[in-house]
């Protein structure tokens, strides 16, 4: 059973404008969530995280938000860049060492 | 300062053969991971390390070994493989950070084909 879902598998954005991509999950549990970016070929790479004590963390371009009745996290990258294009999964923990991901979505920034 | 290195990049096996997928850190991170990607899935955990000595299952550890050699290298080990372990194969590595969290840092992966 999938805790954490990625209903959008893909995306696409104006480059300048926003891009919202947005994950959902079961587990009342998972206590810190992170977004990972991978681009082809390579491992994914470590992007924004947000303990569940807090709503919102912000770095740079890119927001994450945290709404925890409703067991939803977006994350908002402002402007979007091509260079942003890229497959983003989120991601949960317990607070074991497990993180569970979702199926990523795939998001395009056309120039 | 090369983070999380993985061997072999791609790999094609025979149903039954075994081979050992490597994975190293240089970030000195006590705990170390093995996942797989399936397409329209998202990464899932094979096993991990929480130190160095020590190994636990995660979510789909079937068919698979993993020995932590020391504290930089974890190896995954399929012993005799099958089609369904066609995959790629991601190791990670993490240290819990000044915020009392952590963050996993991946390797470039692995593709596996077995036919």
């Known amino acids: 059973d999938q805790q954490v879902k990625q209903n959008s598998p893909s995306l ?3 480059e300048g404008r926003i891009s919202i991509l947005n994950c959902d999950y079961t587990n009342s549990m998972f206590d810190y969530f992170l977004w990972y970016k991978k681009y082809p070929a390579e491992g994914p790479t470590f992007l924004i995280s947000i303990s569940s ?3 919102k963390n912000e770095d740079g ?3 994450v938000f945290l709404n925890k009745s409703a067991k939803h996290l977006s994350l908002h990258i402002v402007p979007s860049q091509p260079g942003d294009s890229a497959v983003y999964f ?3 923990r317990t607070g074991a060492n497990n993180l569970f991901f979702g199926t990523g979505t795939r998001l395009t920034v056309i120039p | 300062n090369a983070g999380v290195t993985q ?3 791609f790999q094609v ?3 039954g053969q075994s081979m050992t997928l490597q994975c190293a850190q240089d970030m000195n991170h006590n705990s170390m991971y093995w996942y797989r990607q399936d397409p329209g899935m998202g990464l899932r955990l094979i096993y991990y390390s929480a ?3 020590t190994t ?3 979510e789909v550890p079937n068919g698979y070994n993993v020995s932590r050699l020391n504290k930089r290298e974890f190896s995954l080990r399929l012993e005799s493989a099958a089609p369904s372990q066609t995959s790629v194969y991601f190791c990670a590595s993490s240290e819990v950070g000044s915020t009392n969290q952590e963050t996993q840092y991946f390797g470039p992966g692995t593709r596996l084909l077995v036919l």
């Open chain 1, 53 to 55: 004590i807090k709503d």
């Open chain 1, 12 to 14: 696409s954005v104006q």
């Open chain 2, 56 to 58: 636990d299952k995660g």
């Open chain 2, 13 to 15: 096996l025979k149903t």
């Open chain 1, 90 to 92: 989120c991601a949960a």
């Open chain 2, 51 to 53: 130190s160095e000595g």
């Open chain 2, 7 to 9: 061997t072999p990049k």
């Open chain 1, 61 to 63: 371009r890119f927001t």
